[in-house]
């Protein structure tokens, strides 16, 4: 794994990361990194997980990403000044094996949503402060791989999260703005491989007993109370 997040790494350093040829795991969120550096990504022939959150990404970086056909979790939460649109999502959905999918803050709406339903082995969906409504449940509902979908700060309608919820009873549908000690919803436990609680105000008051922990979901930094 490679760690830059945070850091000042440019674009022209990222033509060292295919000294790496077994790299699993590259992490650039919040670096001023933008898609040209992406082309370097292609030469990464056992990348599995990817995160550009943060950086200047947007769509026309996206054909270098659906060339890593090993990618299975990427993280592409958009910046102030740079936007994944449904242009970008059409060529995520050439990416069949993607298990988990981060577009926060995209210009992605419900006609992009559908492209997404191609994706095979999508199980995880974070979708924070993009512009999908109550029109595309249908789209949500259709993935029948999908275990968890996060649609807070979306244009869903509390009516359209329990129309989505009852046509997907077992699917995780998060619609919380803010979670607090003991409000995790049921079976959250089981649906995430990781639990994140970098930048929040968690105290020792919600740590669990050892060995209670096994899954969690990321907590947002900028929702905190």
């Known amino acids: 794994s490679l760690i830059f997040t945070g850091t000042s790494v440019r674009d022209s350093d990222l033509a060292h990361v295919t000294n790496f040829p077994n790299l699993k795991q590259l992490c650039l969120d919040d670096t001023p ?48 000044l740079a936007k994944i649109t449904d242009d970008g ?37 974070g979708l924070i402060y993009t512009e999908i409504s109550d029109a595309g449940i249908e789209s949500l509902g259709a993935m029948k791989q999908l275990e968890y979908v996060d649609v807070r700060r979306t244009r869903l309608s509390p009516a359209g999260v329990e129309k989505l919820k009852t046509a997907r009873p077992k699917m995780i549908v998060l619609d919380r703005s803010i979670w607090r000690a003991g409000e995790v919803p049921p079976g959250m436990a089981s649906a995430m491989p990781a639990a994140s609680v970098t930048a929040t105000r968690v105290t020792g008051g919600v740590a669990p007993a050892p060995g209670q922990l096994e ?3 990321p907590v947002e930094p900028s929702l905190q109370p």
């Open 215 to 217: 899954r969690a979901v």
């Open 33 to 80: 990194t933008t898609h040209r550096g992406w082309v370097h990504f292609k030469k990464l022939a056992k990348l599995e997980s990817l995160d550009v959150g943060g950086t200047w990404v947007n769509d026309a970086g996206i054909a270098d990403l659906t060339e890593i056909k090993t990618l299975q979790n990427l993280g592409l939460e958009s910046g102030i």
């Open 89 to 125: 999502v059409a060529e995520l959905a050439k990416q069949p094996n993607l298990r988990e999918l981060v577009l926060t803050r995209g210009q992605i709406t419900d006609a992009g949503l559908k492209h997404l339903a191609d994706l095979p082995n999508l199980q995880r969906l």
